[in-house]
Each structure stands twice: as C-alpha cells, then as structure tokens.
C-alpha cells in the first residue's frame, strides 16, 4: 500500500524558515516524480513544486520561487521541501503527492501556520 | 501560464440529480486533465485523468470529457457520498501544473 506521511509543519514568524519532510513507502520511490500541493484555509488547491524522479530536474510555482526548495533523497525515500523568507500567505495545509501529471497518491498533509 | 476557470464555483443538488461542472483552459491542453474530489480535512482523489479515463475503484456514474480547452466532469446520478468539492487540473505544462478553483456540491 502507498503511503505518504508528511510532517514538519508548525507555527513560525513572518521572514523564518521550516522544512518539511515526506516520508514514502510502498512503492519504489526513486521511479517518481514527486509534488508538493498546498491549501490555505478554507481555499483551493495550489501546487508548489515538483522533483523528478532523480532530482535532477525541479520545478516552482512563482508564488514560491526563489524562496522554497524542493529536494529528496532516494536512499531515505523521503522527500523534502526547504521554506525560506515565510510569509503570512505562506500559511497553509502541505501535501505531497506522487506520480507525473496527475498525482495518483496524496498524503494527508502537515500545516503549516506562518503568524507573529 | 495556463490558467483554469471551474464553473460554478458552487451548486446545490440532491441524491439521484445529474451533476455537470466544467473547466475551462486558457489555452489547448489536449487531454491533459484530470479531475480530483475533496472531502473536508481530507487529501484529494483523483477520479478521472488524460480528460475521460476514469481510476480504478471509481464508480461509473462519473464521467470526464472534452478536450482542448473546454472540459466536463458528470456525476450521472448523485449520491450521497458524492457532495464534496471537485478540482480540475492541467498537465500539459510539464512546468507549472495548475488547479482550477473548485466546484462545492452541496446538498439542496
């Protein structure tokens, strides 16, 4: 069974720094490329970035580039996401998610609360 | 970068009515689509990808067509485990993948 278990989320400051973690198990994680999704309260879904299944290939949302860094390791089968400079708007339930295209496998998120 | 209109945002329904929401590109996606249902503090599912092609395990009164720019989910005839928010979502953009807003199916 495909697990997906995210974690890391807490309550950080305007202009701090978080990183979350995903940890994947039953599947072979290094043959996917992995997301991260987010949702503010109460709002739809936004993707944030994307690793390819070796991670040599990375993509970002413009809402996060240049702050956010997406990494994993295949040896851990764990996926990462460094936030940095947070902002209010940063505040948000964090999946990660499996699969090119259409993500087949979510997690069930970490919440992530970006408030002074 | 490809944006995606849902339409409506919200509609109220009942058990055995046929449902029909729509998502609209804002440039040719092909089939690159796909469409996820969300129930309150849980992760998507997704239902439909490639625009039609319906998952493993999801019951055939949902249905997915379309292509290009113009795009339709159909739930055939409601049930009650259908009312829940329904998201569309483009991959032809390898780049930056996009959700539509979100359609809320609320009970009439």
């Known amino acids: 069974e495909v697990q997906l278990v995210e974690s890391g989320g807490v309550v950080v400051q305007p202009g701090g720094s978080l990183r979350l973690s995903c940890a994947a198990s039953?599947?072979?994680?290094?043959?996917?490329?992995m997301h991260w999704v987010r949702q503010a309260p109460g709002k739809g879904l936004e993707w944030v970035s994307l690793?390819?299944?070796?991670?040599?290939?990375?993509e970002y949302a413009d809402s996060v580039k240049g702050r956010f860094t997406i990494s994993r390791d295949n040896t851990k089968n764990c996926l990462y996401l460094q936030m940095n400079s947070l902002r209010n708007e940063d505040t948000a339930l964090y999946f990660c998610?499996?699969?090119?295209?259409?993500?087949?496998?979510w997690g069930q998120g970490t919440l992530v609360t970006v408030s002074s | 970068a490809i944006q995606l209109t849902q339409s409506p945002s919200s509609l109220s329904a009942s058990v055995g009515d046929r449902v029909t929401i729509t998502c609209r590109a804002s440039?040719?996606?092909?089939?690159?689509l796909a469409w996820y249902q969300q129930k309150p503090g849980k992760a998507p599912n997704l239902l439909i990808s490639?625009?039609?092609s319906l998952e493993r395990g999801v019951p055939s009164r949902f249905s997915g067509s379309g292509s290009g720019t113009d795009f339709t989910l159909t739930i055939s005839s409601l049930q009650p485990e259908d009312f829940a928010t329904y998201y569309c979502?483009?991959?032809?953009?390898?780049?930056?993948?996009?959700f539509g807003g979100g359609t809320k199916v609320e009970s009439k």
């Open positions: 690793i390819s299944w070796d991670g040599g290939s990375t």
């Open positions: 998610a499996k699969g090119v295209g259409a993500p087949h496998h």
């Open positions: 979502q483009q991959f032809h953009s390898y780049e930056e993948l996009t």
């Open positions: 039953g599947f072979t994680f290094d043959e996917y490329t």
């Open positions: 490639d625009a039609s």
């Open positions: 440039q040719d996606i092909r089939s690159a």
